[in-house]
C-alpha cells in the first residue's frame, strides 16, 4: 500500500485566496483524521470521519475551514478564505479500529501539506 | 477524558548515549499508549504500542517502551542514539472501550549531537 497520499506538499498563496488539501486514505480504513501542525499550538485535530461520515469537527478553528469525504477513498479541507495565521503543515492520517481492542485506534499520516499563506 | 504529558520540550543526547523520553498520562484505568515519531519534513510514524500484556514493548528502529502503572507513564528508551534519530517524538494515550481517538502529547524534540 502507498500509504497516505496527500497533495500539494507545499501551498504557498495569498491572503484571500482559496486553499484546497486533498487526502487518500489507505484503502479499507474506516477512520480519517485531519491535524495541522503549528511551533504555538503543536498538533491539533481538526476534524474526523467515520465511514465517510464527519463525527467531531469541534477543532475547525472556524468557518473558513471546511472538510469533505465525498466517498472513501478522498478526503478534502478547504480554507477560504485563507489567512496568513492558518500557514501551517496540514496531515491526513486513517486508521482501521482495532475492534479486538475497543478505543485502540492506531493511526497512519501521511507527509503532510506545508501551506504558507502571504 | 484522557491527557498526555510530554515534560520535556527539547532532549539533548550525543550519539551512542543512552536515551530516555518521557510520557505521563492521566486515566481512570489502563489506557492504551503508543509513541510516534516525526522526522523532519515527514508525517508521524508508530514507533511502538501498548494494549496489554507485557509492560516492557519493543518497538521499530531498536526502541523500546515501559509501562509502570504505579507511576502512569511510559517512558520511551533506546541503549545507543544514531544521529538519525534526531526527531520530534509523539507519545499518544487512547481510551479502551471510550474515544476512539488518540490524545497526543506535546511532543519531544530529540537533539542529536556527533
Known amino acids: 500500500d502507498a500509504g497516505v497520499i496527500q497533495s500539494p506538499r507545499h501551498e504557498v498563496t495569498e491572503m484571500g485566496q482559496e486553499v484546497t488539501l486533498r487526502c487518500k486514505p489507505i484503502s479499507g480504513h474506516d477512520y480519517l483524521f485531519w491535524y495541522r501542525q503549528t511551533m504555538m499550538r503543536g498538533l491539533e485535530l481538526l476534524i474526523y470521519?467515520?465511514?465517510?461520515?464527519?463525527?467531531?469537527d469541534s477543532g475547525m478553528p472556524e468557518d473558513r475551514f471546511s472538510a469533505k469525504m465525498p466517498n472513501a477513498s478522498f478526503s478534502t479541507l478547504k480554507i477560504q478564505p485563507s489567512e496568513p495565521r492558518d500557514s501551517a503543515v496540514y496531515f491526513c492520517a486513517s486508521s482501521l479500529l482495532v475492534t479486538a481492542h475497543s478505543g485502540a485506534n492506531v493511526l497512519t499520516f501521511g507527509a503532510g501539506s506545508r501551506l504558507t499563506v502571504l | 477524558a484522557q491527557s498526555v504529558t510530554q515534560p520535556d520540550i527539547h532532549i539533548t543526547v550525543s550519539e551512542g548515549a543512552s536515551l530516555e523520553l518521557r510520557c505521563n498520562y492521566s486515566y481512570g484505568a489502563t489506557p492504551y499508549l503508543f509513541w510516534y515519531v516525526q522526522s523532519p519534513g515527514q508525517g508521524l510514524q508508530l514507533l511502538l504500542k501498548y494494549f496489554s500484556g507485557d509492560t516492557l514493548v519493543q518497538g521499530i528502529k531498536g526502541f523500546e517502551a515501559e509501562f509502570k502503572r504505579s507511576q502512569s507513564s511510559f517512558n520511551l528508551r533506546k541503549p545507543s542514539v544514531h544521529w538519525s534519530d534526531a526527531a520530534e517524538y509523539f507519545c499518544?494515550?487512547?481510551?479502551?472501550?471510550?474515544?476512539?481517538?488518540?490524545?497526543f502529547g506535546r511532543g519531544t524534540s530529540l537533539i542529536v549531537h556527533p
Open positions: 499518544a494515550v487512547g481510551a479502551p472501550g471510550g474515544s476512539y481517538i488518540p490524545t
Open positions: 470521519f467515520n465511514n465517510n461520515v464527519p463525527i467531531d
